[in-house]
């Protein structure tokens, strides 16, 4: 299935989205587009076949458990949600609460998730977490007197570098920069700097400082996992394995003339075009897929082909 992207307009985006991944849309900015999405803030829409125009979790309540795989019965609900993020200017200064927390306060799950870079600028740099560690009284005071920023890890970001970001890490995605998100589905940000910006009212956004201090590590992120071996079991496709945990699988998959692949038992398949054109074959169905298009494939899809040339992200639980 072709999948329709609810897509956002918030305060920092930019139009690479619409100019350069070609989201169709009236709006000025797209800041995100959510390439996979079974949320109440925003639903895919199925664009093919006899589904086409019905929301992907229209689908999914119809179609049954058998649809998401063995490993997606562990969830209460649809496991992924998968962004194109377009950061023209500095995201806030944010975390996200853990499982526990959410689940207790917020009515959803917390949020698990990895960035993989697309695309940025010359010297975009991004927060990932404190430079030392540092006592919640000094956060607190540092959130009150508009200093955070002089404790926060800015790390220099270049093409494919990849980052996981776990419930608790303090992080932002700074200006200049194309990712693709993969991550727990849930819609919960708690903010605790936003560069002093007002909203669409007028009116300086929200920030979340309590819950913020509740759910944040105060020490710097532990080095994250090297994870950029090539694999040999995709046997005619280059593959990156670039996040791997509980929650989701993400390879980086490289098609150059024919990729054979296969959807099992186990889990559904999103992947989505970063680069160039393949046309994607499973039985008597052939679709095109361009650069900025996402396509989801039912667990127990078996055999099936990627033709082009093109650079994809493929996700799984």
Known sequence: MKLQAPLKDYIWGGTKLKTDYGKQTDLEKVSESWELACHKDGMSIIENGPEAGRTLQAYLDEAGPEILGEHAKKFPYFPLLIKLIDAKDNLSVQVHPDNDYAMRVE???GKMEMWYIVDCEPGATLIYGFKNKISKEEFEQRI????LLEVCNQVPVHKGDVFFIASGTLHAIGKGIIICEIQQNSNTT???????RVGKDGKPREL???KAIDVTSLEPVKERPHLDAVLDIFADTKARLLASCEYFTVYELDVDGTSHLTAGKDSF???????GEVTLKAGETEMNFKKGESAFLPAGLGNYTLTGKAQLILSKV
């Open 269 to 275: 398949q999103s992947f989505t075009v970063l680069e």
């Open 144 to 147: 009150a007197d508009n200093t």
């Open 208 to 210: 979340h400082v309590k």
């Open 190 to 196: 708690y903010r605790v700097y936003d560069y002093g």
């Open 107 to 109: 009515g959803e799950f």
